[in-house]
């Protein structure tokens, strides 16, 4: 079974940037579709941004605009780059499939947006 990895998280000031990362341990290729999802305490986790196979892309209103998802399918890596980061962007950050499957839901990678 493909393992998904997150990283690239930590803490950053409002308006700053992060590049998260989701390494497969095998081929997103053969996996589809991925997303970023993210979580914060007390509340459900929610769709952040997703990517078809051939690179097609969208995106929560919430962070449309602001972040951009990509994935290197050689490298069975998908990426996320946040840029203008808010407060309300703190989270932690999992991939996974597009829809979910529970079974590829990993750590996740926390985000702080912070002063």
């Known amino acids: 079974q493909v393992q998904l990895v997150e990283s690239g998280g930590g803490l950053v000031q409002p308006g700053g940037s992060l590049r998260l990362s989701c390494a497969a341990s095998g081929s997103i290729f053969s996996i589809g579709a991925m997303g970023w999802y993210r979580q914060v305490p007390g509340k459900q986790r929610e769709w952040v941004a997703g990517i078809t196979t051939g690179g097609s892309t969208n995106y929560a209103d919430s962070v449309k605009g602001r972040f951009t998802i990509s994935r290197d399918n050689t490298k069975n890596t998908v990426y996320l780059q946040m840029n203008s980061l808010k407060p309300e962007d703190t989270a932690v950050y999992y991939c996974?499939?597009?829809?979910?499957?529970?079974?590829?839901w990993g750590k996740g990678t926390l985000v702080t947006v912070s002063s």
């Open positions: 996974n499939k597009f829809p979910e499957r529970e079974v590829y």
